[in-house]
């Protein structure tokens, strides 16, 4: 079993910078990807970044020159760096790691971390 545990949310003003972690435990093997989604209230939940086992990263146009997705495999860690934040980047952020298991494909979530920002 996977385990993800994301920290680093919190309240910040619209320009500010915040840095989410999240550190995946458990019998881990066959990553294919680690993504950041997110999900405001009454929206749709969408992915914000990903990056590959050959370190590719992949981002939502809106964030794109804002944030960066990053990754420590020693820490077995993922980290979304987030800057010039926006009151629209208000959401629940979730981490996932996208496994390859016995010939399929499985995604493990985090339970979420509150990111809200004022204008």
């Known amino acids: 079993q996977v385990q993800l545990v994301e920290s680093g949310g919190g309240l910040v003003q619209a320009g500010g910078s915040l840095r989410l972690s999240c550190v995946a435990s458990?019998?881990?093997?066959?990553?294919?990807?680690r993504r950041w989604y997110r999900q405001a209230p009454g929206n749709q939940r969408e992915l914000v970044a990903d990056i590959t086992s050959g370190n590719n990263t992949n981002y939502v146009d809106s964030v794109k020159g804002r944030f960066t997705i990053s990754r420590d495999n020693a820490k077995n860690t993922v980290y979304l760096q987030m800057n010039s934040l926006k009151p629209e980047d208000t959401a629940v952020y979730y981490c996932?790691?996208?496994?390859?298991?016995?010939?399929?494909?499985?995604?493990?979530w985090g339970q979420g971390t509150q990111v809200t920002v004022s204008s």
């Open positions: 996932t790691v996208l496994v390859l298991s016995w010939g399929s494909l499985r995604e493990f």
């Open positions: 458990g019998r881990i093997s066959s990553i294919i990807a």
